[in-house]
Structures are given as structure tokens and as C-alpha cells.
């Protein structure tokens, strides 16, 4: 696809549409040992992904940003159309960042046709998101594949908030042997806890009121946790006290082991707590990671 790079004229950032042209510029015999360090993300960004970038501008020479809004994870009926984007604030805020290279792929760049061979994920994918949105990850491995060949990248960052998808790419990077480390990047949220997330401009002004009550339900469940009540019931609580204080639906409430996400029958090293709510328009997900520490469990600490 014949598309010319664009200098932004802050901060020097150079927007790249074509898969060739970027790894023309990224190939690893021009890098002169410069480090990459990349950002993968659907846009509509805010401060989480702000704080990926962040982290990536202390590690690495470069830094890479991918904005592609990924059919491939999106299931019929999900919000693939609806899927808030704006190219150009976009741009604007990743120049600020101090993003270096920004890659904005069409679905024609990335697809062009119908791809014969489908990577699945093991176990890991099939509880939580993976189990209300079959075949989601399929689609998030498809695009990480993709990108971490085209990008190259020494060291690439995600966000705890989507615990779940980092963790089957951590195992994804470690069985298949992927030449990129990750690095987990701590929740940003609100002033009242609510996780940022792009799908929050959905929320109707009802809705964004009763939105913090996720994180609230998941600190409490965390607490039951630490004082050792029995899984099933503190899934109970947790979910009982979303939907006693919004007008959310209940998709899922499970805690479970991580990263290894597998039942907590007997609980040691880290466990999670993660939820996924349906409102009208948008659904939500947020988690609370606990660690067992002297003995006994604690929250650990997220940018609050
Ligand atoms: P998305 O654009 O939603 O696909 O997210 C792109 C990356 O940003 C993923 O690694 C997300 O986990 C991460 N991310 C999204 N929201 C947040 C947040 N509130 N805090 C930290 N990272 C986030």
C-alpha cells in the first residue's frame, strides 16, 4: 500500500501507514544498537496508555506506537463499529508523549486476505474474557504476532489492566520463543478509582457515577481474601455488590490463581480478582491483583 510518511511536526514524530516502510526503518542492521521499545494499542488513548509510553521512553532509544483498532479480536455483535476513535487527537497526544514512530495500519495493510492459519491459545484463554468472548484472544495473539514481527521491538509494554491478555502473552512470547520482553504496566485510574479505559466515553453520566463501585467491590473482595473466605463466597460478595450499586450487569466475577489463571484451590503466590460488567452501551472490565506476602495476602499497588 502506497501511503507517505508523515512528520508531525511536534517532538519530530513520524507517522507510518505501511507494514514495509516501517520495517524498512526498524530493520534491526540500521538500528546501530538502538533499543525499541513498543506500545501496542487500539487509540482513543488516554492515561494508561500514556503511562505504557512512559515507561517505554525510560527503557529505549526509540519508541513505537501502534494504533490499530483490531477486527480480529472483535466477535459478531461486539463494538467494532462503535469502537470510539480519533486519529488526530491521537496523534497530538503521542507527539506530546514523546512517541517517536506512530503506526496507524489500515485492516487492508494488516489483512489482505484471509488468513489460512489461526494461532490458539491454551487454557489460560478460556476462562474470563475468553469464555464470554470466544475466540477474542485468537484474534489478540493474530495482531501481536503480527506486530511484534513487523516491529521488532527489544522490549514491549502492556497494561495490567487487561491482566488477562497479558498473561496468555507472556506464555505466548515464552513457548514460542518471541524476541521481545514484556513489561507489565501498573492500572492508571480516575480520581475515584474507575480504570481508564477508551470504552469509558460510552458510559452514560448515570453510568460513569456507578462505574467506581467495580474497583470498590474488587478491594473488598480482596480483604475476604486476605482474611481467608472461601473463593466462591467472595465472588458472591463481589459480584452482589456491583449489581446492588449499579445498574451493571454481572458478566463475570472469578478469582483465580495468576498469571496462571487456573482455580484457587489452595492459594499461594499471586491470585487475581478480575470482573467484567456489562452497562448499556459498554462493558468493563477491571481486576485487583493480590500477592502473598509473609504469609499472609496483600493488594498490591496500582497508580490510584
Ligand atoms: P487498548 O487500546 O485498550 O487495547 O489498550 C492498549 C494497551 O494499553 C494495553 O496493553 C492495555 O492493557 C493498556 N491499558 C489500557 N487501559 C489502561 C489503564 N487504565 N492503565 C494502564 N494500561 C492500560
Redesign the pocket.
Known sequence: MEVATEMHELNNLTVIHSIQELQARLDRNERQGRTVGF??????L????L??VEQARKHNDVVVMSIFVNPAQFGPGEDYDAYPRDTERDTQLAAEAGVDILFMPTPEEMYPQEGGIHILPGTQASMLCGASRPGHFDGVLKVVLKLFNIVDPDRS??????AQ??AIIETFVRDFNLRTDIVR?????EQDGL????RNVHLTAMERKEAPIIQQALQQGALLFAEGHAVAEIEKQVAEHIVANSSGCIDYVSLLSYPALTALDEPKGEAIIACAVKFERTRLIDNIIITKKDGSYVQNDD?Q
Open positions: 506500545v501496542p494499542t487500539m487509540g482513543f488516554h492515561e494508561g496508555h503511562s505504557l509494554y502492556f497494561g495490567m489492566k487487561d491478555q497479558l504496566v501498573p492500572t492508571v485510574r480504570a481508564k479505559s477508551s497508580e
